[in-house]
């Protein structure tokens, strides 16, 4: 089965800490590509990293990092210096580089920044 | 450029009734996916057009039926709508050949059954 999971329904930090998203994943796949979407009150999903499974190296993104665990199906998100514009509903999602070209999503975690 | 514009933003219909909901993808993407997102399921795939063909499609009784037109705009469609399609549509776009790049998504429309 292709899932995803995100243990964290909600997180609450203060402006400036760094926190990290958890995210694990499911497929018997090889080649994939994961992703971390945010979605803020618009409504609308924004892409803020992408990874490819093929590759060792992390991907960063400015304040954004992850920490992609192949062996063991892991994908974190890392936001560091965190700002109030952060606050939004994050999902952890991926694609199989073959096939049906469809994102598999987690089921979200709301994080909060407070001032 | 131009975001994906998804119409209406808001929508209300009554029990058995049926729904058109409209997407414009980014100038240039050909591939449009239309996902389902609500609080008990999250977020499902619902299907995938490319060049006004369907090329896969999640698991949705018959009453979801979607087309892409030739200038790669697309529409879903559910009849007999029931309370249980209350939910955020979401529409996405990408060129064909960078989907692995990821989708860039519209702000939706939320349909509300009554």
């Known amino acids: 089965a292709q899932t995803v999971t995100q243990s964290q329904p909600e997180m609450s930090v203060q402006e400036a800490e760094t926190v990290t998203l958890s995210c694990t994943y499911d497929?018997?796949?090889?080649?994939?590509?994961l992703f971390w979407y945010k979605q803020p009150p618009s409504r609308q999903m924004i892409l803020v990293i992408r990874?490819?499974?093929?590759?060792?190296q992390n991907a960063t993104e400015n304040r954004f990092s992850v920490n992609f665990q192949k062996a063991a199906k892991s994908f974190s998100l890392k936001i560091s210096d965190s700002q109030l514009g952060d606050t939004a509903m994050y999902f952890c999602?991926?694609?199989?580089?073959?096939?049906?070209?469809?994102?598999?999503f987690g089921q979200g975690t709301r994080l909060t920044i407070n001032p | 450029k131009a975001g994906v514009t998804q119409t209406p933003r808001y929508l209300i219909k009554t029990r058995g009734q049926q729904v058109t909901l409209s997407c414009s993808p980014i100038?240039?993407?050909?591939?449009v996916s239309w996902y389902q997102q609500t609080p008990g399921q999250g977020l499902q795939f619902l299907f995938e057009?490319?060049?006004?063909?369907?090329?896969n499609k999640g698991n949705f009784p018959g009453r979801f039926s979607g087309r892409q037109f030739s200038n790669s705009r697309s529409e879903m469609n559910v009849s007999t709508l029931e309370l249980g399609d209350s939910a955020l549509y979401l529409c996405?776009?990408?060129?064909?050949?960078?989907?692995?790049?990821?989708?860039?998504f519209g702000s939706g429309t939320r349909l509300t059954v009554v």
């Open positions: 999602a991926f694609i199989h580089s073959q096939g049906a070209q469809k994102l598999v």
């Open positions: 990874q490819e499974a093929y590759k060792q």
């Open positions: 497929t018997s796949e090889n080649n994939y590509y």
């Open positions: 057009y490319f060049s006004e063909t369907q090329r």
């Open positions: 100038s240039g993407h050909r591939s």
């Open positions: 996405a776009s990408s060129l064909p050949s960078q989907t692995n790049y990821g989708y860039t």
